[in-house]
């Protein structure tokens, strides 16, 4: 018997909510939406209406999927993010709620340095970063930079649905390397670099540790690796005045505190995410 778009979105939503994923809700109505090929606009009109056996069948198996562990952003290979939607696979992290904390700190700081700003995301992953600045901040010109082949590519189509080409482009870039020469001159460097400590990514939820990129979480044995080599090897690659801002792990904000101010960075503060963590360390080079 056919059932309504309704029906099948409460059936995917209750087998989500019983296996006690968090967004249930969400993840449910996304799954029917893409199978559907409809907008949430077209979702929430169409509920009532019946759907095909076929898109019912595969609503079940995209569900199950889920219920394995698969991310629902995997399984429907995009996510939204600071208002834009992406491309995302398993070779980039899921753009989550807590880094939208970063773009946006970074958009306020392009902003602040006005006409002609250079922006660089770093360890860029989708680029979800740099192309929310791009997307908020008309005047400036941002660069997506990692070392994950996977994932510059994933960037290039996200600077494409975006419709970003004009003003972002890609660099392969090692943050634990010294920049290149094409990679100074910067007014805003954004990263959100690999910062799970070695032995906590054992413990991680299995939708993390068995489908996200092992090398996009691991900062390390105390997660501070990269914090350590981007606050020392890329500060040259900051204008005067310019500023670096870091995404960090919970408990992890005085620690970067401490290795900004070491590497001479000053103006060094924090910022909180939704929860009341302290998200997001940022500071300036003044000489």
Known sequence: MASTYNTLYLDARRKLKAAGIPAAQLEAREIVCYVAGKSREDFYRDLTLYASDQTADKIQELTQRRLAGE??????????????????CRDVLIPRMDTEVLAEQAILAARAAGEGCR?????????????????????????????????????????RRCELSDRVICAFAD???????????????????????????????????????????????????????VCAKWKGALRLGGRLLFEVGAGQASDVEVLMGQNGFEDIQSFQDTQGIWRVVSGSINE
């Not at 939204?80 to 992406?86: H, I, P, Q």
């Not at 770093?122 to 990692?146: F, I, K, Q, T, Y």
């Not at 991680?204 to 501070?224: F, H, I, N, Q, W």
């Open 71 to 88: 991310p629902v952003a995997y399984i429907i290979g995009e996510w939204e993010f600071y208002g834009l939607s992406l491309d995302v």
């Open 119 to 159: 922006v660089l995301d770093l360890c860029a992953g989708s680029g979800c970063v740099g192309l929310a600045v791009a997307a908020n901040v008309p005047e400036c010109r941002v660069v997506l930079a990692d070392i994950s082949e996977g994932a510059l590519r994933v960037c290039r189509q996200n600077i």
């Open 175 to 229: 943050a634990k390397l010294p920049p290149l020469p094409a990679l100074w001159d910067f007014d805003v460097i954004a990263c959100n670099p690999p910062y799970i400590p070695t032995a906590d990514i054992l413990t991680l939820d299995s939708s993390v540790k068995d489908y996200e990129p092992r090398e996009a979480l691991d900062g390390g044995a105390d997660g501070l690796d990269f914090y350590r080599v």
